[in-house]
C-alpha cells in the first residue's frame, strides 16, 4: 500500500547490530487499511520476515 512508507529502505547489520525502522500510515481514504512490510536477511531459519501493518500500526518484530 502507497498509505504505509518506511524507511530506511534498505540497510545491512553486522552481528550484533540494531536498527530503527520507522513506518509511517498517510491514509488517503477512510476505510480499514492493511499492508506487509518484509525484511530480508541471511538468518539460517528462515531468508524474510514479514510484518502485517493495519489501521496504522505494526506488531513489533525482533530478528534473532
Do not use: C, W, Y
Request: aromatic share 4%; charged share 20%.
Amino acid at each position: 500500500s502507497t498509505e504505509f512508507s518506511a524507511t530506511p529502505v534498505s540497510f545491512s547489520l553486522q552481528p550484533g547490530e540494531t536498527k530503527d525502522i520507522t513506518v509511517t500510515f498517510s491514509p488517503t481514504s477512510d476505510g480499514e487499511k492493511t499492508s506487509l512490510l518484509t525484511i530480508e536477511h541471511n538468518a539460517p531459519v528462515d531468508p524474510s520476515t514479514i510484518v502485517r501493518m493495519q489501521h496504522g500500526k505494526a506488531e513489533h518484530t525482533t530478528l534473532e
